[in-house]
């Protein structure tokens, strides 16, 4: 990912010919696709593991808390900065402010990834259960 | 008589070696051709291997014609039923309409310093907030800036779906997935239109990068294109 980051606006893009992996093809699969009323027979299993927590509610009080966090450290951040910049200026703050936003980036790729809930968390495995019942009675209504 | 799963919907065509392998074959009717491979009893398994596998089929035969892709999961309890299926009306315009088309997902995400951005206007609540980092403060300098992202969000959508114009025939937008996450676009689009959609695209970065970070995946076969206006059969 570090590699994408360049000045120039094509390194702010990433670009796939088809899809690379199960984050891409999750939600496409399971919610697009073709389905004819009269002959549905989607039957499936295992579905829960994979979609659980793909949908982050914004709205979490956990979000918020996290969000005000992030202010505050940046915040705080651009406060030392102003400070060393006299320093900075002659060594090449350039160089500093890439390696920054560098991180900042890599950051938000691993919260996506662990938003896709990849990954099996232990705090997930009540919701998997609960949404697996529901999920079979979805499909059966949809015979 | 056996169960087959329903990879989707194409052309007759002679399907690869590689794909024919994997026990790939088409069921075909008068100029259309449902992509099965037989299936044992119970439900498929919606496993990271299975998944991939259905998009691997589905895009592959994309590459050189027209493809329907069906729902994962999609069974179907016998030949004839795919021939039934292959005989309704509404498939033969949907593979009309797609007949020179493909979906590009294009998604965007955005660096943690948007929230930076987004606070600017918040000082009074971040000053409270360091004087004080209580949860309650927390919460109300979150949600103010919740709030501007969220706006953020829905201007920077449109700045791009109007940057994109023309050469997208349709759009879904999904509800973005994730906290950071920008917005996230199932598009429409002419085969032919890819390479300008990506010009476009670079086009809207040098105007919105950094924060914005773009995600551009296609040609893929049109995924969510293929809802039928009614239900074939009720």
Not at chain 1, 29 to 53: C, K, M, Q, W
Not at chain 2, 210 to 225: A, E, N, W
């Amino acid at each position: 990912m570090a590699v994408m980051q360049r000045e120039s606006s094509a390194g702010y893009i990433t670009r796939a010919p088809r899809s690379s992996g199960l984050a891409d093809v999750l939600e496409i699969l399971l919610d697009r696709g073709l389905v004819i009323d009269a002959y549905v027979r989607v039957s499936l299993v295992g579905i829960e593991l994979l979609t659980v927590d793909l949908r982050v509610v914004i709205a979490s009080v956990d979000t918020y808390l996290r969000f005000a966090e992030a202010v505050n450290r940046l915040d705080l951040r651009a406060v030392d900065d102003s400070k060393s910049v006299p320093d900075l200026v002659q060594k090449g703050g350039e160089e500093i402010a890439e390696t920054k936003t560098k991180g900042a980036v890599e950051g938000g790729m691993d919260a996506i990834r662990e938003k896709i809930g990849l990954g099996g968390r232990g705090g997930d495995d009540e919701d998997d259960e609960e949404s697996s019942g529901s999920r079979s009675r979805g499909g059966s209504n949809d015979r | 008589m056996s169960r087959l799963y329903l990879y989707g919907i194409t052309r007759p065509r002679k399907v690869a070696k590689r794909l024919a392998d994997q026990g790939i074959f088409l069921v075909e009717n008068d100029g259309r051709a449902a992509i099965v491979s037989e299936l044992d009893e119970g439900p498929v398994e919606a496993t990271r291997r299975n998944l991939l596998a259905h998009a691997d089929v589905v895009e592959q035969l994309h590459e050189a014609g027209v493809v329907l892709p069906a729902r994962f999961g999609y069974q179907l309890e016998s030949r004839e039923e795919a021939l039934e299926m292959l005989a309704l009306p509404e498939i033969e315009q949907l593979l009309e309409r797609h007949e020179k088309t493909c979906e590009l997902t294009l998604k965007g995400t955005y660096e943690e310093s948007v929230l930076a951005e987004v606070g600017a206007g918040l000082q009074p609540l971040r000053d409270a907030y360091r004087a004080s980092p209580s949860v309650e403060v927390g919460i109300a300098l979150g949600e103010a800036v919740g709030e501007g992202l969220a706006e953020r969000r829905a201007r920077d959508a449109s700045h791009v779906l109007a940057g994109l114009g023309s050469l997208v025939l349709d759009v879904v937008r999904s509800e973005p997935a994730g906290e950071l996450a920008a917005f996230d676009l199932a598009l429409l689009v002419e085969r032919d239109g890819v390479e300008p959609i990506e010009a476009k695209v670079e086009e809207l970065s040098a105007r919105l990068s950094p924060p914005l970070h773009f995600k551009l995946v296609g040609p893929l076969p049109p995924y969510s294109f293929v809802r039928l206006a009614t239900p074939a059969v009720a």
